[in-house]
């Protein structure tokens, strides 16, 4: 395993430019699976996650082509050989990564059968799948649970339209259900349905293949079956999850950062939730400069009470970025309590910033309360263990801040959302090093 050993204490300055998506390209990268014809994606980042994806339709018999253009790729599903579902590489690749499951949609739209082991991911909490099981086996397909070996089959000659009203707003579970939805006869009413842009990419995408989609942004989708989709080309926006990650990078390490070409329109909640540490962010264009900042300061609630950030479902904000703002806070002037709502093992990861130096009073798997220190006591390096991929990126950044010298383990973690992230910090002034 890879480690990252960190000097602390530099501040950083330049440009830095985001990657495409990670989770948007786990799901336009399925979508593939759709069609004959070949689909054309631009900005696909190279991080661990996509590549793993990637593989998996290589190993289905997509064929794959790198273009000359750094990211590109052109797929062309038109000979899907099923019977890689049967091996022992396909368990063992897809229960690698949390992406893998949507697969199951697509294969079981167009070729009338799937199954899938327990999908990885971030071991951040309960990750169930009812959403996508419920909802395709109301759109007509006969579903069934091996308990003992952890897989899940679905099959059906057609898929048939439904009213489907889900118990939860999933991401991957919407990415699912639209993608089965886009092949069944007739048309099919998805409530509750998750909207974050990553499912607007989606959407928006399969309507250029032919689908019939409207509701796009809402948690209302009506879609309108089709018998055939046909190919097109889709450009990964910037992945918005490490754009926050670089605002609350450059307001630890009082540098003076501008993210470039970020696509605001897309950003949300997220650099207001930003601001409301008393981070400075300005846009220029379309990009976001953090100037340098020696102090900020965390807002109260107009009555004077103790700022509470919480995670919700878009356009609330995302729970992937609550660790970056946790750590963030730590520096702040002020009180802050962060409120993760999804998973209940998410902030286990504050123990290590305990041992920093930190401020944090973890009330309970959900809750934890920071304190401020206004960088009257730096942190001190430690050295830590990443255990998922944002806590990672967020024991970077406090790691970067630090006094002294800070040891990350399992940074592939990190690998698996961030693409070269030590080259790219260091090309800013970082001082971090990949050790073995
Ligand atoms: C590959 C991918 O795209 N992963 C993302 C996707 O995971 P993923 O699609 O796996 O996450 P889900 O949206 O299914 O749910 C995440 C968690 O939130 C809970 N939940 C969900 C909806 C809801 O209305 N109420 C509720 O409590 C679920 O029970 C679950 O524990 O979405 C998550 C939530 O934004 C992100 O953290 C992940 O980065
Ligand atoms: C939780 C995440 O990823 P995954 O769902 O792939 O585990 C994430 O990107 O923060």
């Known amino acids: 395993m890879a480690a990252f050993k960190i000097e602390g204490g530099a501040s950083l300055s330049g440009e830095i430019t985001p990657q495409g998506a990670k989770n948007e390209a786990l799901q336009i990268l399925s979508a593939v699976l759709l069609t004959s014809e070949p689909v054309t994606i631009h900005n696909i980042p190279n991080i661990r996650d996509v590549n793993k994806q990637i593989e998996l339709l290589k190993d289905f018999g997509v064929k794959v082509d790198q273009l000359e253009e750094k990211g590109s790729y052109r797929f062309e599903a038109s000979g899907v050989d099923l019977k890689f579902l049967e091996t022992e590489t396909f368990r063992s690749k897809a229960s690698s990564l949390r ?57 059906a000659e057609q898929l048939t339209g439904k009213y489907i009203l889900l118990d939860e707003a999933s991401v991957t579970g919407t990415a699912n259900l639209v993608m089965a939805a886009v092949l069944a006869k007739g048309k099919t009413t998805i409530y509750n349905a998750a909207c974050e842009p990553y499912l607007q990419q989606l959407c928006k995408m399969l309507n250029r293949m032919g689908a019939n989609i409207s509701g796009i942004g809402s948690n209302l989708l009506e879609i309108e079956g089709v018998e055939v989709l046909g190919g097109t080309t889709h450009t990964l926006l910037p992945d918005m999850i490490e754009i926050g990650s670089f605002i609350g990078l450059a307001a630890m390490t009082k540098s003076e950062i501008t993210i470039k070409n970020v696509r605001i329109d897309q950003l949300g909640l997220i650099p207001n939730t930003f601001r409301k540490l008393g981070i400075r962010i300005e846009e220029k264009g379309d990009d976001l400069f953090i100037p340098a900042q020696e102090h900020y300061e965390i807002d109260t609630f107009i009555d004077g009470s103790i700022l509470t950030i919480a995670d919700a479902i878009w356009p609330g904000f995302t729970p992937d970025l609550l660790s970056i703002l946790l750590v963030v806070a730590t520096q702040a002037k002020g009180t802050v309590l962060i409120h993760q709502k999804m998973f209940e093992s998410r902030l286990f990861f504050t123990d290590k910033l305990i041992d920093m130096g930190a401020q944090i009073i973890l009330c309970d798997p959900h809750r934890a309360t920071v304190i401020g220190l206004d960088r009257k006591y730096p942190l001190r390096g430690i050295r830590m263990t990443s255990p998922d991929i944002r806590a990672g990126v967020s024991l970077l950044i406090a790691a970067l801040s630090a006094t002294g010298t800070s040891v990350i383990d399992n940074v592939e973690q990190i690998d698996r959302g961030y693409q070269d992230i030590d080259e790219r910090l260091r090309a800013l002034g970082a001082k971090i090093e990949r050790i073995n």
């Open 99 to 155: 992406g893998s499951i949507m697969l199951i949609g697509p294969l079981l739209a167009r070729f009338g059968e799937a199954q899938m082991p327990q999908p990885g991911g971030d071991k951040i909490g309960r990750r169930r799948l009812d959403t996508h099981f419920i909802g395709l086996k109301q759109l007509g397909a006969n579903f069934d649970f091996d308990a003992q070996r952890h897989r899940y089959f679905v099959k």
